[in-house]
Structure formats: C-alpha cells, structure tokens
C-alpha cells in the first residue's frame, strides 16, 4: 500500500524556519518525481514546488522560491521541504504528494497534509 | 503564471443530478488538465488526468472534457459520497496552477 505521512509541522515565529519531511513506504519511491501542494484550511490548493527522481532537477513556485528548498533522500525513502524566512502568509496545510509514473503530471498520492502556523 | 478559474464557486445539487464544473485557464494548456476531489479533513484525491483519462478506482459517473482554455469535470448522477469540493490543476507548465474550487453541497 502506498503511503506518504508528512512530519515536521507546527507553530514557528515569522522569520524562523521548519523542515517538513514525508516518508514513504509502498512504492518505488526513488522512481518517482514528488511534489509539495498548501492549502490555507477553507481556501484553495496550492502548488509549491516538484523534485525530479534523483534530486538534481527542482522547481518551485515564485512566492517561496530563494526561502523553500525542495530535496530527498532516497536511501532513506523520504522527501523534504526547508522552510526559511517564514511569513504569516505561510501559515497553511502542507501536503507532499506522489507523481504518478509515466505521461503527464498527475498527484495520485497525497500525505495526510503537516499543519505549519506562522505566529508571534 | 497560468491561472485557473473555476466555476461555480459552489453549487447545491440533489442525489441524482446531472453535475457540470467548468475550469478556465487564462492561456492554452493544450489537454494538460487534472481533476481532484477533496473531503473535509482529507487530502486530495486524483479523479481525472489530461483532461479526460479516469483514474484508477474512480467511478464512471465521472467524466471530464475540454481542451485548450476550457474544461468540464461532468458527474453524471450524483451520488451521497460525492458531495465535496473539486479542484482543476494544470499541468501544461510550471507552476502548476491550482482553480480555487468549487464546493459541491446538499441541496
């Protein structure tokens, strides 16, 4: 069964930093591009960022971009999300999510989302 | 940046309705439109891809169509469990653009 189960969340300061991580289990995880989506709870999803298989290609969304960094690990099957310079406006659902395999983008797996509130 | 305009916003519909939710984008994608359903308190779920491939799993009452700038996710009779909020994402370039959804709820 495939899984992804973030970690890392929680309550941080604007200007502090958190690392997200999201384990995964179920699949061949090195295989796979992955992707991080926020959503601020009752509003839209919102994409953030994608990391090729082996960690060399990434991509992120201009509002985090130069503060959020994208990585994995793949011997220890786990993706990441370095959050810098954290504004209020970061305070959201974190999700990271599975790019199928094969043909276009799709996010067939999703991590049950790690809450990040951004608050003095 | 591409941006998604879904709509409705929301819409109230019955079990058994014929349900239409359009997704415009504000340039060509070509078919690289996905569909998602979420459920409060839930992830997303991947119900369609490029535009109208149904994902594994996902009940045939489920259909989408378009091309270009605009898209339809059809749900054909509605059903108790569909009742959530649907989002379109293109995937025709980075970033890849979210609509802002649109909530399906009981009539």
């Known amino acids: 069964e495939v899984q992804l189960v973030e970690s890392g969340g929680g309550l941080v300061q604007p200007g502090g930093s958190l690392r997200l991580s999201c384990a995964a289990s179920?699949?061949?995880?090195?295989?796979?591009?992955m992707h991080w989506v926020r959503q601020v709870p009752g509003k839209g999803l919102v994409w953030i960022s994608r990391i090729n298989t082996d960690g060399s290609r990434t991509t992120s969304a201009d509002s985090v971009k130069g503060r959020f960094t994208i990585s994995r690990d793949n011997a220890k099957n786990t993706l990441y999300l370095q959050m810098n310079s954290l504004r209020a406006e970061d305070t959201a659902v974190y999700y990271c999510?599975?790019?199928?395999?094969?043909?276009?983008?799709?996010?067939?797996?999703w991590g049950q989302g790690a809450l990040v509130t951004v608050s003095s | 940046d591409i941006q998604m305009t879904q709509s409705p916003s929301s819409l109230s519909a019955s079990v058994g309705d014929r349900v239409t939710i359009t997704c415009r984008a504000s340039q060509t994608i070509d078919i690289y439109l996905n569909w998602y359903q979420q459920k409060p308190g839930k992830a997303p779920q991947l119900l369609i891809y490029?535009?109208?491939n149904l994902q594994s799993g996902v009940p045939s009452r489920f259909s989408g169509s378009g091309s270009g700038t605009e898209f339809t996710l059809t749900i054909s009779s509605l059903q108790t469990e569909d009742f959530a909020t649907y989002h379109c994402?293109?995937?025709?370039?980075?970033?890849?653009?979210f609509g802002q959804g649109t909530k399906v709820e009981v009539k």
């Open positions: 999510a599975r790019d199928a395999l094969g043909g276009t983008v799709r996010l067939d797996h």
């Open positions: 490029a535009t109208s």
């Open positions: 179920g699949f061949p995880f090195s295989s796979h591009w």
């Open positions: 994402q293109q995937i025709y370039s980075t970033p890849h653009t």
